[in-house]
């Protein structure tokens, strides 16, 4: 029997937000080793060079193809470079992973204004000109998957009061729907995965109680990582889902499909240990 061949293999993916802040792995660079993994040549885009050299070492250690780019998403020269980028160094673009995000807390009566401008331009912006420049190399290499990362936070309230990052997420969700209907003809399929309370980089500050209700919170009762968010976007990044487009993908453990009670009773923490006297079924 002949060895599987690597699902990505002769692909030339970008990731935006590649690198690391912390020893915690987040979705982008989960996803980069992922699909270097499965033999694409990918481009570790992040405006820390130091946090997308973490990356970098890893991929070439397991014997991958990538290299680093450095530039803020939210400007459009450094999006137009880092196509360029890629499609100079590897010869084309057929992946591209939208990834780059940033919270701060607050309601709309408290959120600093110069907080919510920041968020919109980091969390929405930055995957509309990364696509922007992105699409014409695509339709220039044959076809092309972009994959954008929103939050479960973007179709339900969040467990924190931070309005605009929500808000950001949901119109994650808007932008890649209409980005699949446009471009589709172009050969572009475009979807969107919707992490749930995974433990990543991003939350590498949560304390271990805090850690622990989040799991507690879920259908599964398990923790997710980043590299539950990356072998999703291997899926969505090659042949397997040749004919979906536009869609939300929560990786979640169930957490967009359940109210706080039909997931209380079966907890094994112990906070309604009594659920059959209180009426809940088995």
Not at 223 to 242: K, Q
Request: proline fraction near 5%; charged fraction near 20%.
């Amino acid at each position: 029997m002949n060895p599987r061949k690597p699902r990505l293999d002769g692909k030339v993916a970008v990731v935006t937000g590649a690198g690391t802040q912390s020893d915690v792995a987040g979705t982008g660079q989960a996803t980069a080793v992922q699909f270097a993994r499965e033999g694409a040549k990918v481009l570790l885009a992040d405006r820390s060079n130091k946090n997308a050299e973490k990356t970098l070492a890893q991929i070439e250690h397991e014997g991958g193809t990538a290299s680093v780019f450095t530039g803020d998403m939210t400007r459009s020269d450094d999006c137009r470079a880092m196509t360029e980028t890629a499609v100079n160094r590897y010869g084309g673009l057929h992946i591209l992973f939208n990834n780059v995000g940033l919270s701060y807390p607050g309601t709309v009566v408290d959120v600093p204004e110069e907080h919510w401008d920041e968020i919109m331009a980091v969390n929405i912006k930055a995957m509309m000109l990364a696509s922007r420049f992105a699409i014409p190399a695509m339709m220039e290499s044959g076809s092309g998957s972009i994959i954008n990362v929103a939050s479960i936070d973007g179709f339900r309230a969040g467990w924190s009061y931070n309005v605009a990052y929500e808000t950001s997420k949901g119109g994650v969700i808007a932008l890649t729907i209409n980005m699949a209907v446009q471009h589709g003809r172009d050969g572009i399929r475009v979807n969107c995965i919707a992490p749930g309370h995974l433990h990543g980089s991003f939350t590498a500050g949560l304390s271990d109680d805090h850690r622990e209700l989040r799991r507690r919170s879920t259908p599964l009762g398990t923790e997710g990582t980043a590299w539950d968010v990356a072998h999703a976007a291997v899926f969505l990044a090659g042949e397997e889902s040749r004919w979906i487009t536009g869609i939300t993908l929560p990786v979640d453990a169930g957490s967009s499909i359940a109210l706080p009670l039909s997931v209380l009773p079966r907890d094994e923490g112990g906070i309604l240990p009594d659920a059959e006297s209180a009426g809940f079924p088995p």
